[in-house]
């Protein structure tokens, strides 16, 4: 199982040198979206037309997340493409050697992480956007000193590793943060937590001056907002640069942080300049306006699997209609996914839902944070074994489904259905279907049942065009 402490991957990769400097991403919520929105911005970087212009050459990038969702190497990307599964299970298996035979006690966590870092310096990545759990995270290794490091929001969970309080949980993931290394969080941290990272970031001498997330022309030369709309003027054309209206605000949270933390990154790596004062006098103004844009442009254009995913389970059920998927698992997280319920399906006078949920969490604050109502048909179930992971353990349904008897009023004449239907995520999902009879469909709770479902998803879809072939 995942214990504190990053020791053990320094043993396993001792002999191996990690030349990549890296962009750190910690917190409880939205570290993989923050990590594929970056991804995706280093990508809109080497489309630009001012790394063309510039003749630049292009990033290769890896980046490293957890959970994986369908299979276990698809947590690893190089140049956004998930890692070949024969080289991942090839030095997989040699990591792994090298842990019995060493006595190295690493857990498949630590293997995993080990075996990212070691495809990343093999591929000669020029960096690697990496989700960091830091636990203690003064035994980070020394040589994988990062670029930038990026806190997400903070809310509670993981209590038995990380402290029972936000602030304890803060000064954990806080442990990312390096002498002289950009740190960058959200404006919109609880007072604690951010009295936290501005603790720890004058103990550590984390660069300070970079908290920010707003920007102004000092920060890229141009006027970038993130708040009320406003035109630039002048060389930009009177472009607007902001995100799109589209993102929700957890959506928009995230889409700074990273937005931030690449531009920060940028700079680190040399290829766009901290002002742009020299820009109007090499005519590459326009360039780099567009290249701005091209960022902001990005979350809006990215879809992350398991974050309120919009899927098909026509392939799977026979149901037209898209559902509405989300990992979230924990109170903040279910928050999150009930402003999207809201915006998705404004005028649902009754949902049906799919729950599964870990056996450690407080299944009844996920239930009141999703706001379930008593007319709302909830099917619950149990997400399978989870690969590399057997420490994960789901949640009985009959307990999920008690929960949601209990903070639903049961009692109540004018409820929806209730089922407990085990381990069949697969029956659950059809009876789902057909029990919402075209309505607002949301399947949440766990990124393990989301990976069930994609699994599944994924199935019916080869079988379905193996039946079709001619």
Same mark, same amino acid.
């Given at each position: ?354 729950? %599964? /949920? ?7 604050? #996920? @239930? ?6 008593? $007319?709302? !048909? =909830? &099917? ?50 059809? %009876? /789902? ?7 607002? #469909? @949301? ?6 049942? $989301?990976? !069930? =479902? &994609? ?16």
């Amino acid at each position: 199982m995942i214990t504190p402490g990053l020791s053990r991957i320094s043993r396993l990769l001792a002999t191996a040198p990690l030349p990549w400097p890296a962009i750190h991403v910690a917190g409880t919520n939205g570290k993989g979206s923050i990590c594929t929105y970056i991804s995706a911005m280093l990508e809109a970087y080497n489309a630009s037309s001012y790394r063309t212009h510039l003749n630049q050459k292009q990033i290769s990038h890896g980046r490293f997340t957890s959970p994986h969702l369908i299979d276990r190497w698809d947590c690893i990307t190089i140049d956004g493409k998930v890692v070949d599964e024969g080289e991942f299970k090839r030095i997989e298996s040699k990591l792994k050697g090298q842990n019995a035979g060493g006595g190295i006690g690493a857990s498949e966590f630590e293997v995993l992480t080990a075996t990212a870092f070691k495809l990343f310096t093999n591929a000669k990545v020029d960096i690697a956007v990496v989700e960091v759990e830091p636990t203690s995270g003064k035994e980070a290794p020394a040589r994988a000193k990062p670029l930038v490091t990026t806190l997400a929001s903070i809310s509670l969970d993981h209590q038995e590793w990380l402290g029972d309080s936000l602030a304890a949980i803060a000064r954990e993931k806080a442990g990312i943060m390096k002498n002289g290394v950009p740190a960058v969080y959200g404006a919109g941290v609880q007072v604690e937590v951010a009295e936290v990272f501005e603790t720890v970031a004058n103990e550590v001498g984390a660069d300070v001056s970079s908290f920010r997330t707003e920007f102004g022309t000092t920060d890229v030369g141009l006027p970038v907002h993130f708040s009320a709309s406003r035109t630039a003027s002048g060389d930009t054309a009177s472009a607007d640069f902001d995100f799109s209206t589209a993102l929700g605000t957890h959506e928009r949270a995230n889409a700074i942080l990273a937005f931030r933390s690449t531009w920060l990154a940028l700079q680190k790596l040399k290829r766009i300049p901290k002002s742009s004062a020299p820009l109007s006098e090499l005519g590459l103004l326009p360039h780099y306006a567009a290249l701005v844009q091209s960022l902001l442009a990005v979350p809006s254009q990215v879809t992350n699997p398991g974050r309120s995913q919009m899927l098909s389970l026509t392939a799977l059920t026979g149901r037209v209609e898209p559902v509405l998927l989300d990992g979230a698992h924990n109170a903040e997280a279910a928050l999150a996914l009930r402003e999207t319920i809201e915006t998705r399906f404004p005028d649902a006078k009754r949902r049906t839902w799919v729950i %599964a /949920a870990s056996s450690t969490k407080d299944v009844a604050a #996920l @239930i009141k944070g999703f706001d379930v109502e008593t $007319v709302d !048909d =909830v &099917l619950t179930v149990e997400f399978g074994e989870v690969d590399g992971m057997p420490w994960v353990k789901a949640m009985s349904a009959e307990k999920v489904s008690q929960a949601v008897r209990e903070v639903t009023n049961r009692n109540d004449t004018e409820c929806g259905q209730r089922h407990s239907l085990g381990a069949g995520v697969e029956s659950g999902l059809k %009876a /789902a279907c057909q029990a919402s009879n075209g309505g607002p #469909l @949301i399947i949440a709770g766990s990124l393990y049942l $989301v990976g !069930d =479902v &994609l699994r599944l998803v994924r199935r019916a879809e080869k079988r379905l065009k193996r039946e079709c072939a001619p």
